[in-house]
């Protein structure tokens, strides 16, 4: 029995491991600022980005998890084309040309920021990479995960399919 339940034990903690589970639910409080520039030094802000939800992820080129689910945020925004989310990924305390060199081995169609200095990951808190947050259109935190996960898969694509419905965008759309 105790053989068994050991093999329980394990399988569930891979299957944990491996799905898209973990997004915690919050209260939708308002986001707090983002201050970045994108790859060409323009300066951005979620400002830019109000009127649609967005799946903001804190990320790094060192971090293997990080490298791991940009592919499925690109799969995401493919399988999203015409609705209104916008994928941002926040470049967390690297230079440009780092970030620079480890994007041009993928083909990523959605916003890269840099946060050189650090300073947004401090003001949301992020204390591990990767962290995703997931914003209604309003600007408010609706979801936070600490950890990868598949974006384009499973309970994130539900979460980011309700969002994007109270927002009133339907597939197709």
């Known amino acids: 029995m105790?053989?068994?339940?050991?093999w329980v034990a394990a399988g569930l903690l891979l299957g944990s491991l491996a799905s898209a589970a973990g997004l915690e639910a919050r209260d939708g409080q308002p986001a707090p600022t983002v201050q970045a520039v994108d790859l060409q030094g323009n300066a951005k802000t979620l400002a830019d980005y109000r009127?649609?939800?967005?799946?903001?992820n804190f990320w790094a080129t060192w971090c293997p998890p990080c490298r791991r689910e940009m592919p499925s945020m690109e799969r995401l925004r493919q399988k999203m084309a015409g609705r209104s989310?916008?994928?941002v990924a926040l470049d967390s305390a690297e230079t440009r040309e780092d970030v620079q060199a480890y994007l041009s081995q993928l083909a990523l169609g959605f916003p890269v920021l840099l946060d050189a200095d650090g300073q947004n990951t401090r003001r949301w808190k992020v204390y591990a990479l990767p962290t995703s947050f997931l914003l209604d259109a309003e600007g408010r935190i609706r979801y936070v995960l600490k950890g990868p996960t598949e974006w384009d898969e499973g309970e994130a694509v539900q979460a980011i399919n309700k969002l994007l419905e109270e927002h009133g965008s339907r597939p197709g759309q």
């Open 51 to 56: 009127g649609k939800v967005v799946l903001l």
């Open 85 to 87: 989310l916008e994928i």
């Open 2 to 6: 105790k053989f068994w339940m050991g």
